[in-house]
């Protein structure tokens, strides 16, 4: 027993040892604790949905104090490139200067200003402000002296009854102003300082967008009623901003529908750019150093795109009243250093909140920079990182494609252009994979179509003179003329001659339920090909995702639904047809689309967007065919006039979505009712446990 016990002792010391040892490794081993970020990070895929990714930025800090000055009520702020930071202090009346860590360096236009709203910062250091209350621009030198006031310009196209209440404002290399004021619909105010301020005019006026209202009300209304209907005048711009190549970025509130939310404009004022996704409530924008656009909305939520409006990032939020680094209760403006760090204006909070990218944003913009460069096979490394931490960003994916077509590597460029989900580019490189294998297979092509050609004509001579394939001919024709095979092959008369079709169903028994079920399951089973084996430039729906069981009940609900309504819908109106006459006539009218449909899938596969118009005038024939066959298969059977037919069709129309919203209603129902007694019987089983 000693020897065990021995072992024993033994096994607990070494026992005690090492966990003394792992103890004291991690009170000696300093440990980095990461938060979470308050909010998610999304980005935009090919399809356009809004999907999560990884964290880009990281709240690093905030600033809400210039040395021992608060801010008040702060509505702008610029960040120089030596990285000094100019804050529009409204309430305080001052513009407030500070480095990137909050440190005073300046105060301007204490005494002087009145309602600073918007600044800009020129490369030497003379500060624009725009005073609002005070109707003015007042230009200061890097010393905080006065040394221009701009006021309202006296020019009869500015407008005699238009206030100057400038309230952001951006200057160009050559001085020129561009100033937005408060309730002028008519464009961004161009001002230039020859002659003490010379208005040039308005620059990028939004659009207005005219709705099917708009157009109804200038058709049936008076001139008179129209003069006193609100007018629909133009969003002004709430922010812009100018780059180093002159190109001014304005965000607008209420212009994500009309496509004036971003927009990016030329010297001549035209757009340049349709994000892939915007906000409705957006308050700043900025350029970064890589010519991508980061833009803020007022509810604190952070856009990042790249130069053409491509979708990098989105994320922050609103801040419910936690106080929580990284969300907003009104941002204002936004802005970007060297470092790619992001700086935005809370003015509700009264503070300035920082964001640093993370790894993954720095591999982007690195990708970005060697990209929108040119340099695509530089960018491929880069972007491969990238890859590798989210297989799924469609950016890179589509910037990958990009390398390999330049690289002239079609296949793998079509491949990352699928993934991408870039039907532009995956067409770029399909075309140049498909003449390649026109050059190499063109011989071959040619020679088997003379030679199965040759064979036709062959087997059409031995006929004319042995009869050899009598007994094949024979066979075939008798196996026509079975009973199911016959009323099958109807389906090609009567697209052909609908009228007289219509008389065969009707009066011959040309047909019968069995043959009418068969035509719609092959309809089902060709609907199905269609939307998941066509070619990827014109299929509708995600590669990998497939809805067959919902797809195949959705077809045959549909049917049914339509059948039985036009029957009814047909009797109340002294129709002639049965219900099974419209069945059976109903399954002949998918005729067109069994036979031309799987030529369109075909087509689909071997096209570019070049040829695309083929597709799409095919299928507006097959359906333009399927509505006449259905016209006048109605009309046939029921002994309709044309007027009589077009009144039972929109009654059929009116009274299936009438059935289909009492479904709804009724599954609604339902299912409060189903809660209700759960919620009932869950608190009855509570009831009876406390007992």
Sequence with gaps: MKPFKSLVESA??????????????????????????????????????????QSAYIPLTTINKAGEHSFKNASDMKITDDEQIYIADTGGKRVLVT?????????????????????????????????????KVIVMDPEGEVVKEYTKPDHPLYGRGVEFKPQKLAVDAKGIMYVICEGNTNGIVQISPVDGGTFLGYYGTNITSVNFLDIFRRAILTEEQLAKLP?????????????????????????????TGLRKLNVAGNNLLQPDYTDALLSAVSVGNYENIYVVSEQGYIYEYNKDGSLLFIFGGKDSGHLRIGLFQKAVAIDVDKSDNIFVLDQEKNEIQVFKPTEFANLVHDALYLYQSGRYEESR???????????????????????????????????????????????????????????????????????????????????????????????????????LISKLNYT????????????????????????ANILLFLFIIVFLVNKYAAGFIVKTVPDGRYDIFSD????????????????LVC??????????????????????????????????????????????????????????????????????????????????????????????IMYVLTTQVYDFIESMIGEAVYRIEQL
């Design 231 to 259: 007018k629909k005048l133009p969003k002004t711009p709430k922010n812009l901003f100018i780059d180093k190549k002159g190109l001014v970025y304005t965000v607008t509130q209420g212009g994500a529908q009309d496509n």
């Design 492 to 515: 090609w008369y009567f697209i052909r001659h609908p009228i007289d079709g219509c008389y065969g169903i009707k009066a011959e028994n040309k047909a019968s339920y069995l043959c």
């Design 99 to 135: 480095d990137i860590n909050g440190n005073l360096l300046r105060i301007y236009g204490e005494g002087v200003l009145n309602e600073p709203t918007g600044i800009f910062v020129t490369d030497d250091k003379y500060l624009y402000v725009a005073d609002k209350s005070a109707q």
């Design 381 to 483: 490394e880069p972007l491969q990182e990238v890859i590798k931490m989210n297989s799924l960003f469609d950016y890179a994916n589509q910037a990958i494609g990009q390398a390999y077509l330049q690289k002239e590597d079609y296949p793998m460029a079509m491949r990352y252009f699928r993934i991408a989900k870039d039907r532009d580019g995956y067409s770029d490189a399909y075309w140049e994979v498909r003449n390649i294998w026109l050059q190499n297979n063109l011989v071959t092509i040619l020679l088997i179509l003379v030679i199965i050609t040759a064979l036709w004509e062959l087997a059409k001579f031995m006929q004319k003179k042995t009869q050899v394939f009598n007994p094949v001919i024979a066979a075939v024709r008798s196996h026509k003329k079975r009973s």
């Design 12 to 53: 607990k010391t070494i026992t005690i040892f090492v966990l003394i040892s792992v103890t004291a490794t991690f009170l000696l081993t300093p440990i980095s604790v990461f938060a979470d970020t308050p909010y998610k990070t999304f980005t935009l895929d090919g399809y356009g949905r809004v999907v999560e990714t």
């Design 571 to 664: 009797t109340i109106n002294d129709g002639e047809a049965t219900f099974k006459q419209l069945y059976q006539a109903y399954t002949y009218t998918f005729g067109p689309y069994l036979i031309i449909k799987i030529i369109i899938v075909l087509l689909s596969n071997v096209i570019t967007y070049n040829e695309i118009f083929l597709v799409q005038f095919s299928n507006f024939c097959l359906y333009a065919w399927m509505l006449v066959l259905l016209f006048i298969a109605i009309k046939e059977l029921n002994g309709y006039t044309v007027r009589e037919t077009v009144k039972v069709i929109l009654l059929t129309v009116f009274f299936a979505l009438i059935v289909v919203l009492l479904i709804f």
């Design 552 to 567: 195949i009940g959705g077809i045959v609900a549909s049917f049914l639904l339509f059948s039985i309504c036009s029957y």
